[in-house]
């Protein structure tokens, strides 16, 4: 035995929904097993959720600073080799900070930080601890996002020249118009939550996808923002005009009074030979649009497929996998960067992606605030 | 007999598309005659193309001014009662005016004029004449487009709080990287194109439609335009933030670069109760997303449609209809008013719709020139 | 003048659906002119429809054999060159064999005749008669319809295998669960309608559909029809299995219990290379299946459509045509046999397809009245 | 600790995608703890496999029979609780008659025995054994497969009417056309395959599920299958005639040679009132039609799903999850029952789906072969 990566996990505890997508993810390659963690900030419903996921309490810790110390004092082959955050997101950077210092390997949820300037702290860190740090943009996982940024890679739409994403969601629409509720949500209020809500929590998803299959990066951007009531402080909905390098123009979209939508997440990028788009909704279908050719529709397990998309697709054809999968290729390929096997830059999103999707979310809100100008991006 | 109108038509001779859409929308409810007109320049080709049609040669003209002088000259009850324009963008102004002067109904291809100044004296002259006047914005012809129309007319979807509209296409895509068509192409050149490709051809339509169907008054935009080369002059591509009446924001996103499109036209208008999806392509589902409710898809043809969006519906649920009866209802609504009968506002675009067309597309230009900054529409 | 053929139509008048079908499918080629007949039993409302229609009254007839007798009596260059019969059903054969007889050509809507025996005396009518004779089959005048025989001839699928056809709609749902509806009901009626419902209406249209299409006649049958209420004297749903020529074996499905569908027609060919899959309701996808490729949709007016596809898409790619359009590609057809110019047998049914579709009604009937045995085909 | 269901498994060893499937699905919910089994005939791959997942090698055993003679002498709170047989089918047999002989739980893949015959004797074995027994048919395990059957039986359709499910595949294609390569096929020799290729494999799948989700048994089929070839010995194609309780008609398709078809296992049944229609390849939709109404698409997670729909759905609506949830969702209702915990009748097949299963296949052979006649299946 022995093979398995001893894994911890922070956060995630009672009837956490990202709590269920890490513990099923890490389980569906046989690559991780779960020995520990902080579940939960009191301690009877840590242990009591370790009861009911069926492990051994010994490694449940009273807080964060036990495990750390606890677990540094294991034999290095006992010790947790990963910890994966998925606390609140204030919580990511002290967390993230201290496991890097003891040299523990990361998994940390989005956004990465709440601030800019955390995460360039944290990348020079990082730079010091040499461990594996991944940030889990899930959707990035998908067998056929992973297809669209390889044909990208390929030149299969040959040179890009417009990038379109839209994230749009319903579900702050019925929180939204309470002046009660508005004031209360913790995802407004800005001590909580940050500088932004929409931009933060989903316009960096699409931040971070357009980069990835597009393979170029925003450079600068201007943002309209929405906050539809005066006394709401956060951010409900955006527009976001983009500039990548080459040249290339594009547009973000993210909102959450897109009333009824659920979790529409989309990605087109055309280039001047053909044409790419995904929807999240349906992920198994990447479509191919090319001049005076039919509409292609391209699905996972094909052996027309990259090979990065195949490793990442379990059944055949016609055996719809879902976000599950898509979160369970990222820690497979985080697996395989603890284990030093080989693996592609694309199977996991890195510390750079996180630090950029927290510049975005700032500079989002910058060029909002100062009247919808362009501001430019970190290198 | 003598019931139907009496039509006339500019343009659209040998194998001109639009041509085809309006001869056979005019006779999809047995409403018009077609009984002459000047479909080609040259008289050979005009004649000619008469006979193909199979109609008699005795009212087809050399040119324009003939057309005005004869028929003006033909008793009230045979001469032409409304006239088609069909011709190249910048024969539609002193056409549209001297048909107006003289009393004739007109139909007008879009964008109305080359600019908005013209467009404003086109009104006044409309004032004068007290014919009937409409824009041919294709597709607010369509029966779901309709219906959307009047459920957010009637409040299913509550207050609009965001709006997108998506207009994209590739056919430029073979065009705009070869330098010698590029600077060949009619379509961009500023002389005979007007001063915008992209918007004054397509973004207009998606301005039209969101105005049309949200019943919003557009009332600011900031543009980022794209010509992708430095000797191009005219816009290809083009994102717009949009302000309209009530605070309301949105987006009209067009391009003709987004390869392999082909003419994927979308609206979608959230309110604070629901939301309202439709896309040309597939211009019979109209989607009604509702929190918490399953996604309503309504067709054409049911009885829960709207009366406006029952009367543009020729057939059964279940029999598609295409753009052809989207045109022909907007010659239905014509007919209704050459012939003094009741008829609905939605029924067709007016002088007034057409002149924001052309406004929105000279202030496009404007806040892009600009550099992306904020221009006011007129009121 | 004088270049469009002269078409009289025999029913269809007052809100006839058929009627208004027929009537714009003729005019969207300018091929035919309407110039009389016989719209309804009424004389005031036969009258009444052609002032609505705005046609000349003159050579509107108080019944059929009217018609027959005072065109027969007009010089040849101004007698109706072409008779559209859209009577109810059990007057298709009476009328189109005296047309025949009297040297006109003939559009029939389908059931051709009532009986089997009908069929064969007016193909040995048309023999001796040399005119044009079509059966308005619609659905084979969708553009991807024609494609997708086109592909299968040309062998893109390779050899035929496997048939499916479904054609499901609900409509007599509400009538048949009502002892007094289903009783008085003329579709239900055998006295009117002949010995079958579904099978007669729909049922009929798959067959002919899956002849047309894989280009492979059924040879025999084997059906179980679905009559629900014993006292209910008509089928109104019935699954056929089919064995067609070369071993291939098939099923067609209708039903007209299937509640809340609206015209759910749709046709599967596979092949030992590849499949083909089409359906009414969204007609201008046809989608090819190949093993170990993308999925490819393809859509009208693209170059990579055979020639008679593209001599029925009037309009670029992306521009919805429907079911107006599909008839009127059969009538394009039938005006170039008129016309002695070329065309092709794809073009529109004719009185063999028409023929056998009304022995496929009789052999179902048979099949399931003997027990569900296998029953074949007239050759 | 203590609290997970102690879990053995037979087969699914290697690359095994069944192996996937049960061992991911187990884990999901964190109900299971895979303790041992026997993956692999070869002892050396068994073990090999056993380390590639990381478990413990002590209950890996050289083969079925040692691990029923060594699980059974462990203490009962540290046997195995239940064993998943995913071995070769005709190995199904003695497997699951064994573990119940010796009192373990049972999770046997379809199907569940290679003849009738077993298959009673199996349930009789069982009624012995008191033990919990549960086939995996994987499909019934969607929670919009669930809510189909939940509306059903709450009458949201009316009284069933028609019932139609199709389950096409083309992946024989390349096999069946070579005669090599059909006569050396495991899945096309009797010997290993039992009398049925496709309906053994996949029709019975079809047949499950209309009898899940309709409530209808059914009580005699006539079936047409197809061979292609008169050398090949086991049916790749067939259509099933089928009639249920309730005098409800139906059609049970299935092939092998459709080509280029994945897994597009469909079901549609319409009742009286409406309409019901889901399809495997895009499981998370659920599509309901009835008169009158706008179409409604049903989406998992929402409020107005059934509990036992909602309780097989882990993240909130627009995360799609798959065929491992779907699986998942199974063996949580097989850990309800084994935990005496209070679980609905629908959230696993039992013995009884497992037998009507293979009695299904033996009828349908049977029928084929007398000549396409109605058979009885045993009640």
Not at 118 to 140: P, S
Not at 252 to 276: H, P
């Amino acid at each position: 035995m022995g093979r398995k990566i001893r894994l911890g996990i922070l956060g995630g505890g009672g009837d956490s929904l990202i709590g269920v997508l890490h513990r099923v993810a890490s389980t569906m390659f046989d690559k991780y097993e779960l020995v520990g963690g902080v579940f939960n900030p009191k301690w009877e419903d840590n242990i009591g959720f370790a009861n009911e996921l069926g492990i051994p309490t010994d490694r449940i810790y009273k807080d964060f600073d036990a495990l750390v110390e606890e677990e540094s004092k294991l034999p290095v082959d006992e010790r947790m080799q990963v910890v994966s955050i998925l606390t609140p997101n204030f919580l990511h950077f002290p967390m993230a900070k201290k496991l890097l210092e003891n040299g523990f390997n990361v998994i940390c949820e989005k956004p990465m930080t709440t601030t800019y300037e955390e995460a360039k702290i944290l990348k020079e860190t990082l730079q010091l601890a040499k461990t594996v740090f991944a940030v889990t943009y899930t959707y990035t996982g998908y067998p056929m996002v992973r297809q669209m940024r390889e044909m990208i890679k390929n030149g299969d739409i040959g040179r890009v020249q417009k990038i379109d994403s839209q994230y749009y969601q319903g579900w702050i629409n019925p929180i939204i118009h309470d002046k009660e509720k508005r004031s209360t949500t913790w995802r407004l209020d800005p001590e909580k939550s940050g500088i932004s809500c929409c931009i933060g929590d989903i316009g960096t998803h699409a931040f971070d996808m357009i980069e990835y299959v597009s393979g170029h990066r925003v450079e600068s951007i201007l943002a309209d923002l929405n906050y539809l009531y005066s006394d709401n402080k956060m951010d409900i909905d955006g527009t976001i005009l983009v500039r990548c390098e080459n040249q290339v123009k594009g547009v973000i979209r993210a909102s959450q009074i897109a009333t009824g939508e659920e979790n529409n997440f989309t990605v087109q990028i055309y280039g001047d030979k053909a044409g790419l788009k995904w929807q999240q909704e349906n992920p198994n279908y990447l479509y191919l649009l090319e001049d005076g050719q039919p509409l292609r529709v391209l699905k996972p397990g094909h052996s027309y497929n990259s090979e990065i998309s195949l490793d990442g697709t379990k059944l055949p054809p016609g055996h719809p996998e879902g976000i599950f999968d898509s979160m369970g290729n990222i820690y497979k390929g985080v697996a395989k960067a603890i284990n030093n096997e080989p693996y592609d830059h694309g199977e996991f999103p890195t510390i750079i992606d996180g630090a950029r999707g927290v510049d975005f979310i700032e500079k989002a809100v910058e060029s909002h605030q100062k009247g919808n100008v362009w501001v430019e991006l970190d290198k």
